[in-house]
């Protein structure tokens, strides 16, 4: 049962992340708490300059995403928030859904009063990512997505299979993982945990195809995988291509290029990808132009 739901999608097994040295001194955090759609909504601020919503994975929290938290404050903003649930964000009485999160995201880039900002999300927080910009386009400026599937069959089928399991049943089981331990640290209600559970599993068991929303999409668009991802690289192709790429030779001048970027990390999987220092260092071009 481990390895099953060591497997599950957006559950990242935090302790086999890389533990990465810091590049010079932390960055100053400022958090808080917004209040946004019925949830008091947890968030942390490091740097200035161009705002930077960062999004987190399922049953995860702002604290995943380690020392690339302050590599992409060095240059911008990055307002790193807890989804409903997760994290120091406290449940409310309310479904776990893609849309009501991406909703949360839209009131609280308002809430601290930017007209527009970029969105970077990974796994869950991808698809939350990729919700802001169909349903709330006028406040995205660039999109990040990371291991993000805009399909359901997107995700490898034993993934599928591992996510069907997800519910209050497995509780007792998962308290054995990193994601309780970390969770248990953090949450307002620790005793939510089968709640949250059985809310994810509800959500990850629920079939979605954006294709329509992703083909409306006008902002510049990154999209990143790992070459061993729980994302099928094929669907990661396919989301490439629905904006143009890999259809024609870009040129000597580039003119052919399509509308969004893809990059594939080497030598990572769907579980390290969040936390190597590969990822702030492929993020950051793309959005400093």
Do not use: C
């Not at 995201?105 to 527009?116: D, M, N, R, S, T």
């Not at 331990?181 to 089968?194: E, K, N």
Request: proline fraction near 6%; hydrophobic fraction near 45%.
């Amino acid at each position: 049962m481990r390895s099953t739901i060591a497997a599950i999608i957006g559950i990242s097994v935090v302790a086999s992340a890389p533990v990465l040295a810091q590049n010079g001194p932390a960055a100053i955090v400022k958090s808080g708490y917004a209040p946004v759609n019925g949830l008091q909504m947890y968030y942390e601020i490091r740097g200035a300059g161009q705002p930077l919503v960062l999004l987190h994975g399922g049953l995860g929290s702002i604290e995943m995403y380690g020392s690339n938290l302050d590599a992409l404050s060095r240059d911008r903003q990055v307002i790193a928030a807890d989804l409903q649930g997760h994290g120091r964000t406290a449940d409310i009485d309310h479904p776990i859904s893609y849309e009501s999160m991406a909703d949360d995201v839209a009131a609280l880039i308002a809430y601290l009063g930017f007209p527009k900002a970029d969105v970077m999300g990974y796994s869950l927080g991808g698809e939350v990512a990729l919700q802001v910009a169909i349903r709330h386009p006028q406040v995205v400026h660039k999109l990040v997505l990371v291991s993000t599937a805009f399909r359901q069959d997107g995700w490898y089928p034993e993934i599928l299979a591992a996510e069907a399991q997800m519910s209050a049943a497995i509780a007792d089981q998962m308290k054995q993982t990193p994601m309780y331990q970390i969770y248990s640290r953090l949450a307002p209600r620790p005793q939510d945990w089968s709640a949250l559970l059985t809310k994810m599993g509800n959500l990850l068991r629920q079939s979605y195809d954006w294709s329509q929303g992703v083909a409306a999409l006008k902002m510049p668009v990154l999209i990143v995988g790992g070459d061993a991802d729980a994302v099928r690289t094929a669907h990661t192709l396919e989301f490439f291509a629905m904006f143009g790429g890999g259809k024609r030779d870009a040129g000597w001048d580039g003119s052919g290029r399509p509308r969004a970027e893809l990059a594939i990390l080497p030598n990572t999987t769907h579980y390290g990808i969040f936390a190597s220092p590969a990822l702030a260092a492929t993020v950051a071009p793309f959005l400093a132009n």
